[in-house]
């Protein structure tokens, strides 16, 4: 699984690094910043969850 977001339609709430911190931090501006490479398998639940709480729908998890 890979975790990607659109930069565009991000806007910046910063719920994604509040429920995966393991796989993203929020730069300076408040905006995602995700960890290269695949999602481990034991944080897949939680990389699912988080991207179905992204407000703006800009998280996403993907079969790779």
Do not use: F, Q
Request: include cysteine.
């Amino acid at each position: 699984m890979n975790l990607s977001v659109d930069p565009i339609g991000c806007r910046g709430h910063g719920l994604c690094a509040d429920l995966l911190p393991e796989l993203v931090r929020l730069d300076e501006w408040g905006y995602p910043v995700l960890k290269p490479g695949p999602v481990p398998p034991e944080l897949t639940a939680d990389a699912r969850r988080a991207a179905n709480a992204c407000p703006a729908l800009a998280l996403r998890l993907r079969k790779a």
